[in-house]
Structures are given as structure tokens and as C-alpha cells.
């Protein structure tokens, strides 16, 4: 049964994942996606990246994007129909803009909080502004959100 996800449910998914595909384009308008790990934080998502490259020029180009998160449950095959194999999943899509976080406090509390999250709860040495200096912190604004499932009907 497919159906549409709620507002709130599309935002938990998300918000309980750890890697999804950012889309961009180029100033030529190639697209590019890449999979990344993110965090959910205070209704926006973040995630980091390399001082150069491919993704942070073309946010740089074009800061619109639409960014995917997924989960396969289940995949049924019928070998004597194949059109009625089918797949269970849940999938959200975001369309938003992007920024460059410029200040290197909130570069630094942002990594600590996609570290917390990898960290479950554990431990862990916090990022210090040296090492976020080293990197960029990207935040993604989302204009709009939208889910679905395919599950079964149980």
C-alpha cells in the first residue's frame, strides 16, 4: 500500500537517519549528487564538507538543491510475473537553499552536533575551532518536504 507521509512523520524519518544524497548543479546546469552524512538540527539540516571541491562549487554556483533519504524494508520478486515484483520503503525528498557557515564558533557547535549524533550517546572528544577551521559546515533550509511508504497492507 503506498501512501503519502504526514509533515511530522516525513520529519522524524529524517531526522532518524544518518546519510542521505544532496543534488546540485553546476553553473552549467550538470547535475551532481552526492551522498553524505547530515544532521537534523533545529529544523534545518546540516552536514560538512572539504574547504574545495566538486559539491562546494556548485553550492557556491547555485545554492538550490533537493536532498533524498531512503530506506528499503523489504523486496519481494516473482519470477513468474515480473511486473509484480514490488519493494517496501519509506523516502523523503527536501527541495531548499544552502548556506556557507561562515563564523567559526557556529561551524564549531555545528560539527559537535553531527558528532553527538554519530556518537549515540558515547563519549567523545569535541571538535575544537582549530578543526573546524579545516572544513566547511553547509546548512540546508528546507523549502519544501515531502514523504512516502510503500508498505504492506498489514
Given amino acids: 500500500m503506498k501512501r503519502w507521509l504526514e509533515e511530522g512523520e516525513a520529519r522524524r524519518f529524517l531526522a532518524g537517519r544518518t546519510e542521505g544524497y544532496l543534488a546540485t548543479c553546476d553553473a552549467a546546469g550538470q547535475p551532481y549528487i552526492t551522498p553524505l552524512n547530515y544532521v537534523c538540527h533545529d529544523g534545518k539540516i546540516y552536514f560538512h564538507s572539504k574547504l574545495s571541491g566538486r559539491k562546494l562549487d556548485n553550492l557556491m554556483a547555485n545554492p538550490r538543491v533537493c536532498f533524498a533519504v531512503s530506506e528499503t524494508t523489504k523486496s519481494r520478486f516473482s ?3 515480473p511486473c509484480a515484483c514490488a519493494t517496501r520503503y ?8 544552502t548556506r556557507i557557515v561562515a563564523g567559526i564558533a557556529e561551524k564549531t557547535k555545528l560539527l559537535n552536533v553531527l558528532v553527538a549524533k554519530f556518537a549515540a550517546g558515547q563519549p567523545f572528544n569535541p ?3 582549530d578543526e573546524a577551521a579545516g572544513c566547511a559546515v553547509i546548512e540546508l533550509s528546507m523549502d519544501q518536504l515531502s514523504g512516502k511508504q510503500n508498505v504492506d497492507d498489514n
Fill in 79 to 81: 519470477g513468474e510475473r
Fill in 90 to 97: 519509506t523516502s523523503v525528498l527536501v527541495f531548499g537553499t
Fill in 127 to 129: 571538535v575544537c575551532e
